[in-house]
C-alpha cells in the first residue's frame, strides 16, 4: 500500500475509534477498559464492575453534559431472554437501560440480578400459589 493512503486511512480509524470506540479507564474499579468486546458494536459499560457514565442524552450521541457515574441497579430481561443492565446516574438520577456485552463479568451480572433476593423486604414464603 502506497503511504499516502495508508495515513488517510489511519486518520479515518482514528476518527471512528474515536466516535464510537473509545477505550477508558473505569472510574469506579479503575481498569482499563478496552474498547474490542464480543457480540457488542459499542462499548458503554465497564465489563469488570458493570459500572457506566453518563456521555449520552440519547444512546450514543455523547451530548450530555452530566458525565456522572451510572452504578448498575438491576437486571431487565426482555422477552426475547437477552438481557440488559439498568443504570442510575448517582449524580442526577437519570436511569437507562444498557444491553450486556458479550464479555461482562458472569459473576457480577449474577449478583446484580440475585440482590433483590437477597434483600426481601417481605418474608419468603415458598411453595405458596401466588394469587396475582
Ligand atoms: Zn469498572
Ligand atoms: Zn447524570
Not at 464492575?49 to 450521541?61: E, K, N, V
Request: some cysteine; charged content about 20%.
Amino acid at each position: 500500500m502506497r503511504k499516502r493512503e495508508a495515513m488517510v486511512m489511519s486518520r479515518q480509524q482514528q476518527q471512528y475509534i474515536h466516535t464510537t470506540h473509545e477505550s477508558f479507564i473505569c472510574s469506579h474499579c479503575g481498569r482499563a477498559v478496552t474498547p474490542t468486546a464480543n457480540g457488542t458494536s459499542n462499548r458503554n459499560h465497564c465489563p469488570y464492575c458493570l459500572y457506566s457514565r453518563h456521555m449520552d442524552i440519547r444512546p450514543g450521541d455523547r451530548r450530555s453534559g452530566c458525565r456522572g457515574l451510572m452504578e448498575p441497579i438491576g437486571i431487565w430481561v426482555q422477552r426475547n431472554k437477552e438481557w440488559s443492565i439498568i443504570h442510575r446516574c448517582t449524580a442526577c438520577g437519570f436511569i437507562r437501560t444498557n444491553r450486556i456485552a458479550g464479555d461482562d463479568d458472569e459473576n457480577t451480572l449474577l449478583r446484580l440480578a440475585a440482590h433483590p433476593l437477597s434483600a426481601l423486604p417481605f418474608p419468603m414464603r415458598l411453595g405458596q400459589e401466588s394469587t396475582v
